[in-house]
């Protein structure tokens, strides 16, 4: 799900990458970059820039980060889920988060760094993920929000990243749009659904419109302007469409769906330019959103360490398969002796 | 608490999406062995009906050709153009050959 | 009065009592593979659970739904196992339980499916055909669990010190509560005089080859069992699954007109 900008800079690791080329790197970087140029693909064995592979790691691990802490806001309401129905739905969808998590942690090993590395890059509160999952899940209309906005925005942002230009990434997004197509129809139907019954239940649905709209839109990243390793990103094919590009077209996606589900959008500047054929809309509150990508936003402090306590409750069971493995193997072993 | 182990090690799947058609590379994992690597793969790429058998390899385990040589490996295929039926010109009257 | 709906209730309120509990273990689970592995099994029960609560509400007639009889009967009507509405903990009350223990979930999933595999099994000839039907499906479902807890039973008990300790302390734990799949309950008894459910203590011997089996794999010591019998399926419950179902049921409850 969730891809905003991931050309957010991680915090530093203390470890410099030398970027001065050699000759015979030269050589290597016109190859490398006449590929590129011809839309071609590159795959792991490949010779890459060290930005580039840089690049690359920092982005499909964030991407992955923010599938797993992505897990935990709509974890929530799984043991609440008010029918029996919508709780299968709900963790068949959060699994299928974490089943994302995995292919893109799989397409950054690729690139020589491991699963571990990673995870202790988000642990140690270094690596950055989507900001949007810093924010309270308050109700159940949020799960059907974040369905319908939240996963509406990522597949805006993922449906582009298939075409990338790094071969496993690629190939992961096309499996985690197949998937995912599923999560935005289940959120917005929960909504369609909740908005004929109660009063109640309608005020609902529109108090989360209200509290995830501007996150949401935040959710792409940057404005074009501000996003310095935008340009970088496309041309290597690893971006392939701006920040404020991807957001317009969410925006004028959203409007008229919002108009069947009979919610409001929450800004009073929405609305139809027919010079441009676009939707205008209002300004975002671009400090809320740095403040909640370093650290400080609602539940920053809480999805971070529940995510580092699964992980460290979860090393005796690690390494009790492990240790079971290799007895189990010096055994097969003696037996064959 | 004693200190890890280690990573469990990666693992590439391979799914056969119905009878009849190849096992198909789908992805990878980690597990501590291959019996559980089979079992996580059957979790993790086939919850929506997408195989009726599995293959799983140690990704170590995988040897793999030197995109270097791609040249020397791959482009002396490329002028055997006589190997494809394309190549033949047979008159309409004979049908399909 | 007890009837073979009652049981068709003890069948439903086990298989989801125990999807709630394991589907805590979404987004928390000890690596990304087994959190996935854990979610498809309480989808599985979830699954059966819903099956059997629409069969009821067919036998029950009126406005009775499968969420009416999931949301709507209060603690000492569900009829589920005591053992399946435990904690993912040793024994401990109240909040006590904070963290959840892999290893109290893995012994706990074991022994009941390794019950739940026999008896589905039997069920397959139950004369409610329906029932039959569910058996059928649920019983592929249960072999993948029994396959899957026994695989990670035998893990933990056979590999560190530290995981052989804690496995073995769930098993003692939560033993002693299976002691009430082999002492009747009316609901049981109605059933089987119908012809729709089984004489338990007909899979026992089976059972304990199973368990015995791979407790021995394990390296694991069956512990000896004696004093109190739990009785979840008659509607007696232990602490917890008040507050299992007041989370479980609150959203439900407080918008019982509600459209979801």
């Known amino acids: ?337 | ?97 | 009065m007890s009837t073979a709906t009652d049981y068709l209730l003890h069948l439903a309120d086990n298989a989801l009592v125990l999807g709630q509990r394991n589907a805590e273990w979404c987004g928390h689970g000890p690596i990304l593979e087994e959190d996935i592995a854990l979610s498809n099994v309480s989808l599985d029960l979830i699954g059966q659970a819903r099956l059997l609560y629409q069969l009821v509400a067919s036998l029950q007639g009126g406005d009775a739904t499968e969420d009416k009889l999931a949301y709507f009967r209060d603690t000492g009507e569900f009829r589920n196992y005591t053992l399946l509405e435990l904690p993912h903990s040793g024994p401990l009350s109240g909040y006590a339980h904070a963290s959840l223990d892999y290893g109290t979930t893995i012994v706990r999933n074991f022994l009941y499916s390794a019950l739940m595999a026999l008896l589905w099994e039997a069920l397959e000839k139950s004369a409610n055909a329906d029932l039959a039907a569910i058996a059928s499906k649920s019983l592929k479902e249960v072999r993948y669990h029994l396959r899957h807890s026994r695989d990670w039973l035998v893990r933990l008990g056979d590999g560190t010190d530290e995981s052989h300790a804690r496995t073995q302390a769930a098993l003692d734990h939560l033993m002693p509560y299976t002691q009430e799949f082999w002492t009747g309950s009316p609901a049981e008894a109605a059933a089987f005089a119908a012809g729709i459910g089984v004489d338990l203590q007909t899979l026992k011997a089976d059972w304990d080859g199973i368990v015995d089996g791979a407790l021995t794999e394990a390296t694991l010591k069956r512990p000896l069992l004696e004093g109190y019998v739990s009785e979840g399926k008659k509607g007696l419950h232990s602490e917890h699954l008040g507050f299992l179902l007041a989370e479980m049921q609150s959203l439900a409850r407080a918008h019982p007109n509600g459209n979801w």
């Open chain 1, 1 to 337: 799900m969730y891809t905003q900008s991931f050309n957010v800079p991680d915090a530093p690791d203390g470890k410099t990458v030398p970027l001065a080329p050699s000759k015979e790197d030269a050589a290597l970087q016109a190859a490398f970059d006449t590929r590129i140029d011809a839309d071609g693909r590159i795959e792991p064995q490949d010779w890459m820039p060290e930005a580039y592979r840089k690049t690359l790691v920092r982005q499909i691990s964030q991407h992955a980060h923010s599938e797993i802490v992505g897990m935990l806001p709509e974890g929530n309401w799984i043991s609440r889920a008010p029918s029996l129905k919508r709780k299968a739905i709900l963790i068949a969808k959060v699994q299928d988060e974490g089943g994302h998590g995995l292919y893109l942690y799989s397409a950054a090993e690729t690139l020589g760094t491991s699963r571990d590395q990673m995870l202790e890059g988000l642990h140690s509160g270094r690596a950055k993920y989507s900001s949007i999952f810093n924010y309270p899940t308050l109700t159940w209309a949020d799960v059907g929000v974040i369905g319908w906005l939240v996963d509406g925005a990522a597949i805006m942002n993922q449906i582009p990243l298939c075409r990338c230009s790094y071969g496993p990434y690629a190939r992961a997004m096309v499996r985690v749009c197949k998937e995912e197509s599923f999560h935005q129809r289940q959120g917005y139907e929960a909504l369609l659904v909740m908005m004929t019954g109660t009063e109640e239940q309608k005020a609902m649905v529109q108090d989360a419109v209200d509290r995830w709209w501007w996150k949401c839109l935040a959710m792409f990243g940057p404005p074009d302007a501000d996003s310095p390793n935008s340009a970088q990103g496309m041309r290597w094919g690893i971006k392939r469409v701006s920040n404020d590009d991807l957001r317009q077209k969410f925006v004028d996606a959203t409007v008229p769906q919002a108009k069947v589900l009979g919610v409001t959008l929450p800004d009073p500047d929405l609305k139809w330019n027919e010079e441009r054929q676009h939707h205008d809309y209002g300004r975002i509150d671009w400090n809320e959103f740095w403040e909640t990508v370093n650290g400080n936003g609602p539940c920053n402090k809480e999805r971070l360490a529940t995510r580092v306590k699964a992980h460290n409750d979860g090393q005796w069971v690690r390494d009790a398969a492990l240790a079971h493995a290799r007895k189990q193997q010096s055994r097969n072993m003696k037996e064959a002796a």
């Open chain 2, 1 to 97: 608490m004693t200190t890890a182990l280690k990573e469990w090690p990666l693992w590439e799947v391979f799914v056969r999406s119905k009878q009849g058609l190849e096992h198909k590379h789908c992805g990878s994992l980690h597990a501590a062995d291959a019996a559980q690597a089979l079992d996580m793969a059957r979790d993790v790429y086939t919850r929506r009906q997408e195989g009726v058998s599995i293959w799983v390899v140690p990704s170590a385990q995988i040897t793999a050709s030197n995109p270097d040589e791609k040249g020397e490996l791959f482009d002396p295929a490329a002028d055997k153009i006589y190997r494809h039926p394309t190549f033949y010109e047979i008159p309409d009257e004979v049908g399909h050959m």
